[in-house]
């Protein structure tokens, strides 16, 4: 079931908590692929030093004030490519990085298969080049069920993970922020 704008417009630790064991799905070339969603992280508000609002509005992170529901993607390194979903209210800079998944009823490529990771794309980077995100999916527009959207598991059972909350990866520039476990992962 598609996910609908009210579930994003929520306090984004929380849409980070709830988003584990949703679905990614990308239409591509005619494909349907889709990934259940094992780790998060939450970005919230000019006061967290790890958010890129934390330097204001900028062209940048301008989508980071917008409608909750969207998709943020931008690069890091000059070769990865990052999707955050926008959350809370409108003009609230705030988003939840997805930062891994299970791919289901997919092939890996040989690349993924020789590190033995089977069906577990994990790391941000390397879930959005699988999924074929980029930056022209920046701004796309998750409740509408074209080209990128997420969809609540039905029939899945959630009871047997358990979620482990943890510091954000990656950010020891954040001062007392990099403490923060606003980090979210399936475990079983």
């Not at 929380?14 to 990308?26: E, Y």
């Not at 204001?56 to 931008?74: D, F, L, N, Q, S």
């Amino acid at each position: 079931m598609l996910i609908k704008r009210k579930f994003y417009n929520r306090n984004t630790i929380q849409v980070a908590k709830d988003l584990l064991g949703c679905f990614l799905v990308r239409e591509y070339n005619g494909k349907i692929i889709k990934a259940m969603i094992t780790e998060t992280e939450a970005y919230r508000g000019e006061y967290d030093l790890a958010c890129h609002a934390s330097k204001g509005r900028t062209k940048r992170t301008e989508i980071m004030y917008g409608e909750p529901g969207h998709a943020y993607v931008y690069m890091i390194y000059g070769m990865y490519y990052m999707l955050n979903v926008i959350t809370e209210e409108k003009d609230f800079p705030a988003a939840v990085l997805i930062r891994c998944v299970r791919v289901f009823g997919h092939p890996m490529s040989k690349e993924d298969s020789a590190r033995g990771t089977s069906d577990v794309l994990s790391g941000p980077g390397r879930l959005t080049k699988y999924l074929h995100i980029g930056k022209s999916l920046n701004g796309c527009d998750l409740t509408v069920g074209k080209k990128l959207w997420l969809e609540k598991s039905l029939g899945h059972s959630m009871s047997k993970w358990k979620v482990i909350k943890s510091p954000r990866v990656g950010i020891d520039y954040a001062r007392h922020c990099k403490s923060w476990k606003w980090n979210f992962k399936l475990k079983k």
